[in-house]
């Protein structure tokens, strides 16, 4: 089986309910597009994996990609697609080290969309549109803003993508930029 957007978006929305967690997995989808075109790789793929890298998140918090794992293992979701999912849990919820450029990418975008989403809040346009890498780096130093980003983690995923923090910065902005509307991020 090779899924769709569709089945990934059907499959969400089976087990979350959360608006903050879709716009959340519209955010990832749109950065995984992102990369995935500048790298020249399967932007659906990317995409679709972007899109469902939480799919536990809201039911099974404490168990975490493993939850995602079985469900995406009973769907006959392709394995290599369950262990890209998987590996952006890792160190935490994880064994399974982001080994490919499209598994790494996940690890290091993930966290990050969430403090530039909460950065752009903060801004009085409210706006992805306008929204500059040295405004979230400024944001990154406040350790008490979006207390709950791993920012370890992202420096962890740049390193392992050979980016600065500023250029992994720009690019996820850029990514995220295509779906500003949806997120309620636009103009």
């Given at each position: 089986?090779?899924?769709?957007?569709?089945?990934?978006?059907?499959?969400?929305?089976?087990?979350?309910?959360?608006?903050?967690?879709?716009?959340?997995?519209?955010?990832?989808?749109?950065?995984?597009?992102?990369?995935?075109?500048?790298?020249?790789?399967?932007?659906?793929?990317?995409?679709?994996?972007?899109?469902?890298?939480?799919?536990?998140?809201?039911?099974?918090?404490?168990?975490?990609?493993?939850?995602?794992?079985?469900?995406?293992?009973?769907?006959?979701?392709?394995?290599?697609?369950?262990?890209?999912?998987?590996?952006h849990g890792w160190g935490l919820v994880s064994e399974v080290k982001p080994e490919q450029r499209m598994e790494q990418v996940l690890y290091a975008i993930d966290e990050l969309t969430g403090l530039i989403t909460a950065t752009a809040l903060m801004r009085p346009s409210k706006s992805l549109l306008d929204l500059e890498a040295r405004s979230v780096k400024?944001?990154?130093?406040?350790?008490?803003?979006?207390?709950?980003?791993?920012?370890?983690?992202?420096?962890?995923?740049?390193?392992?993508?050979?980016?600065?923090?500023?250029?992994?910065?720009?690019?996820?902005?850029?990514?995220?930029?295509?779906?500003?509307?949806?997120?309620?991020?636009?103009?």
């Amino acid at each position: 089986m090779k899924p769709t957007r569709d089945d990934a978006e059907k499959l969400f929305l089976k087990h979350n309910e959360s608006d903050s967690l879709y716009r959340h997995a519209l955010a990832v989808e749109a950065v995984m597009r992102h990369f995935a075109k500048a790298f020249g790789e399967d932007e659906e793929k990317w995409g679709i994996i972007g899109f469902i890298h939480d799919l536990d998140w809201e039911k099974w918090p404490e168990e975490h990609c493993v939850q995602t794992a079985k469900i995406l293992e009973d769907e006959g979701w392709p394995e290599d697609w369950i262990r890209s999912v998987v590996s952006h849990g890792w160190g935490l919820v994880s064994e399974v080290k982001p080994e490919q450029r499209m598994e790494q990418v996940l690890y290091a975008i993930d966290e990050l969309t969430g403090l530039i989403t909460a950065t752009a809040l903060m801004r009085p346009s409210k706006s992805l549109l306008d929204l500059e890498a040295r405004s979230v780096k400024k944001k990154w130093r406040d350790k008490g803003f979006s207390a709950g980003v791993n920012r370890e983690v992202i420096d962890k995923g740049a390193a392992m993508l050979g980016l600065e923090r500023t250029e992994l910065i720009e690019q996820t902005i850029l990514g995220m930029r295509n779906v500003a509307d949806e997120l309620s991020l636009g103009a």
